[in-house]
């Protein structure tokens, strides 16, 4: 039995692009294939093998894993002011390793320091870095962390980073 990633997904530099699994077994009806990534796309074949040698190899099936919330938040996450009621946060890329799925946007999480009370920014696109939030009280502390998003969801936002309008 052997796979291969399909890397026009997601993450091209990840080290499980492909691998194989030999059965001995004259009575094979199935494999479960174990290890791999979330949210990537597999093409997946067999060859049967006797002791005449080996037969062709199967037509390829094609089968996608589930994707799960991303594991890890945006890195560097910077904020700049840019007048009293306006900020920018930008953000680096989510590690492959962390994405577990593509990638589908951002959630940009903000709220006053005192208050505890939250307000959420959604960012649609992949490739989307940046977020302007407008509205702001002057004058006072916000709160704000920003979390990748699959469509699988939202899980690890990044450490708060802190702006004064």
Same mark, same amino acid.
């Given at each position: 039995?052997?796979?291969?990633?399909?890397?026009?997904?997601?993450?091209?530099?990840?080290?499980?692009?492909?691998?194989?699994?030999?059965?001995?077994?004259?009575?094979?009806?199935?494999?479960?294939?174990?290890?791999?990534?979330?949210?990537?796309?597999?093409?997946?074949?067999?060859?049967?093998?006797?002791?005449?040698?080996?037969?062709?190899?199967?037509?390829?099936?094609?089968?996608?894993?589930?994707?799960?919330?991303?594991?890890?938040?945006?890195?560097?996450?910077?904020?700049?002011?840019?007048?009293?009621?306006?900020?920018?946060? =930008?953000? &680096?890329?989510?590690?492959?390793? %962390?994405?577990? #799925? !593509?990638?589908?946007?951002?959630?940009?999480?903000? /709220?006053? @320091? =005192?208050? &505890?009370?939250?307000?959420?920014? %959604?960012?649609? #696109? !992949?490739?989307?870095?940046?977020?302007?939030?407008? /509205?702001? @009280?002057?004058?006072?502390?916000?709160?704000?962390?920003?979390?990748?998003?699959?469509?699988?969801?939202?899980?690890?936002?990044?450490?708060?980073?802190?702006?004064?309008?």
């Amino acid at each position: 039995v052997q796979w291969q990633r399909d890397t026009s997904i997601v993450c091209p530099d990840l080290n499980d692009i492909g691998s194989s699994i030999t059965v001995t077994s004259s009575n094979f009806t199935g494999r479960t294939i174990t290890g791999l990534e979330p949210g990537n796309r597999y093409t997946i074949t067999v060859i049967v093998s006797n002791g005449a040698g080996s037969g062709p190899v199967s037509n390829a099936v094609t089968a996608m894993t589930i994707a799960t919330a991303p594991s890890a938040p945006p890195p560097d996450l910077t904020v700049t002011d840019v007048n009293s009621s306006t900020i920018t946060v =930008e953000w &680096g890329e989510v590690p492959c390793i %962390n994405q577990n #799925g !593509a990638i589908t946007g951002y959630s940009v999480q903000y /709220g006053v @320091m =005192e208050s &505890g009370n939250t307000e959420i920014v %959604n960012v649609d #696109g !992949a490739t989307v870095n940046e977020a302007t939030i407008t /509205g702001l @009280m002057p004058s006072t502390t916000y709160s704000i962390q920003v979390a990748a998003v699959n469509r699988a969801g939202t899980r690890e936002y990044s450490d708060p980073e802190m702006a004064e309008t």
